[in-house]
């Protein structure tokens, strides 16, 4: 299957896709800006963020939260305004937030990551009814995901440098074990696959996942099983986000980070979203319970 261009953002790094309220929302990490596109008339709205900005998701309670470079943000679109709710990593002035998702109790699961791509710095905390605290997920460098099962027992967590994915059960107290190898993209056969990005999971508990440097997003099933292929004609694809009146319409987000400038003449769409049709609709809606 081939991805059809959808809008022109140009975005720096294209991240965290959501479908909330009838409408996409995403953000450009690095040129710290925040979208809602309309998808019915495919216009844009853009909010400018103080930091660098990985995600926005909806919350039960108040409106939208974003995952600001210091820690969770209530964001109001009314007027941009921000709220701290949480600060993180104090002690690691160069860390970042990078990618989320809500489980089925409306915890949000959120991780952060070295924004030099360097140090094994990145953690995976949780957000609960206003307060945030640390997984028992290890450090790694660059952390992706999480996805959550929609029946919200299982977490899958990307570790985008080491090309794997990683199960881990969430128990019902909200913590989770250790997690085992889900999927392994460090192999001879998938070498020209890239690496692992974000990732989600639809009504059936499959997996879809980004791949950033190659040029498509892949879809497993939950056992592993790979079920679906789109491919792109620009190398770095983020996260797909599913939504629309069926939620069966993918929304891709990429990236212009780290292509060349002989790279982008050749892929003047980098940056933009894309969609394409899956069969598997959406999986239901979270909300946050902060």
């Not at 360097?118 to 953690?123: K, W, Y």
């Not at 791949?211 to 792109?232: I, K, M, N, Q, Y």
Request: hydrophobic share 35%; proline share 7%.
């Amino acid at each position: 299957m081939q991805a059809d261009h959808y809008l022109t953002i140009g975005a720096q790094l294209g991240e965290g896709p959501a479908w909330i309220d009838e409408a996409l929302w995403f953000v450009d990490i690095k040129s710290n800006t925040i979208f809602r596109v309309d998808t019915g008339t495919g216009t844009a709205q853009r909010w400018s963020t103080p930091e660098h900005v990985g995600w926005v998701l909806p919350s039960a309670t108040h409106g939208l939260i974003a995952g600001l470079q210091s820690g969770p943000h209530r964001f109001d679109p009314a007027d941009g305004s921000l709220t701290r709710i949480a600060q993180v990593h104090t002690d690691l002035p160069d860390n970042r937030l990078n990618d989320a998702a809500i489980d089925g109790e409306g915890r949000i699961w959120f991780g952060s990551m070295d924004n030099l791509e360097e140090s094994a710095s990145g953690v995976v905390f949780v957000l609960d009814k206003g307060s945030v605290r640390q997984s028992a997920i290890p450090p790694i460098t660059i952390t992706n995901g999480p996805a959550i099962s929609p029946c919200g027992q299982y977490l899958y967590h990307v570790d985008t440098l080491g090309r794997q994915v990683i199960r881990h059960e969430i128990a019902s107290d909200g913590t989770c074990d250790s997690g085992t190898l889900f999927l392994d993209f460090d192999t001879p056969e998938r070498a020209d696959w890239g690496h692992p990005d974000g990732a989600i999971c639809d009504a059936e508990g499959g997996i879809w996942q980004g791949f950033f440097g190659g040029a498509a997003a892949r879809r497993f099933a939950p056992d592993g099983t790979l079920t679906d292929e789109v491919f792109f004609p620009v190398s770095n694809i983020t996260k797909i986000a599913l939504g629309g009146p069926d939620g069966c319409t993918a929304y891709a987000t990429t990236a212009r980070q780290g292509l060349s400038e002989d790279e982008l003449a050749t892929q003047p769409m980098a940056g933009d979203l894309f969609t394409f049709r899956v069969k598997v609709p959406a999986a239901p809606p979270r909300r946050a319970n902060t």
